[in-house]
């Protein structure tokens, strides 16, 4: 089972941050927190992912409690192709870790 | 950009056939994955392979289910005799070698199997 709790859905309004929240309580110390969206039904496309300090790239930022107990995904400015379900996903930094989703988090960005 | 992908997009086939279902990963990469994700359900991991053997495989990935590296580009996914229930979308994934920075799975296009 998934190790990360989402609320199902949230809605934003194009332009603005959409701010993305997951409890991850039960993590690691070597756990990672990994991002990954699903558009549609394609594939899931990683996002970023962080140990503990905050991590930027270009597509989001997230911010990792100091307890690890819980992070947020930032898109600063969402616009209409973010519309996704995103998934919070704690994995162990390596390259055969499977990755176990949850539901995940339908964001729906609105005009 | 490179990606990994996934041929057919649409598999149709009779419950009891056999189907194989074809990845090219990343060339560089060297872990790879499958998974699938039945209609309107969570994405489930089906098997990790390294190194010309599995690493790791779920309650899934029965005796009907098996992969193959059978070149140094394709990486496959057979099922030997399908049921309806295998009727979902699978994703293959790859990643790079275990311990870099930044070594997420790039996921494929997924190849719907339909199974009647």
């Known amino acids: 089972d998934a190790k990360t709790t989402q609320p199902p859905s949230m809605d934003c309004a194009e332009g603005r941050a959409a701010n993305l929240p997951c409890n991850h309580s039960t993590i690691s110390g070597n756990e990672y927190v990994y991002w990954y969206r699903q558009i549609h039904s394609q594939g899931p496309q990683y996002i970023i992912h962080g140990l503990k300090n905050n991590e930027t790239n270009e597509m989001a930022s997230l911010i990792i409690t100091e307890d690890r107990k819980s992070s947020t995904l930032i898109l600063p400015h969402a616009t209409l192709r973010d519309t996704a379900v995103y998934y919070c996903?704690?994995?162990?930094?390596?390259?055969?870790?499977?990755?176990?989703f949850g539901k995940g988090m339908k964001l729906t960005v609105n005009p | 950009e490179p990606e990994v992908t996934q041929t057919p997009s649409h598999q149709v086939t009779q419950m009891g056939q056999e189907v194989i279902l074809r990845c090219v990963p990343i060339?560089?990469?060297?872990?790879f994955y499958w998974y699938r994700q039945i209609l309107g359900q969570k994405v489930e991991f089906l098997v990790s392979f390294y190194n010309n053997e599995i690493s790791e495989k779920s309650e899934i990935f029965d005796d009907q289910f098996s992969v193959e590296r059978p070149d140094g580009s394709n990486f496959t996914l057979k099922i030997r005799s399908t049921k309806l229930e295998d009727s979902a979308m699978y994703f293959c994934?790859?990643?790079?070698?275990?311990?870099?920075?930044?070594?997420?799975?790039?996921f494929g296009p997924g190849t719907r199997l339909t199974v009647l």
């Open positions: 060339s560089n990469h060297l872990y």
């Open positions: 996903i704690v994995s162990l930094q390596g390259g055969s870790e499977k990755l176990v």
């Open positions: 994934a790859s990643s790079e070698v275990w311990g870099r920075t930044n070594n997420e799975q790039f």
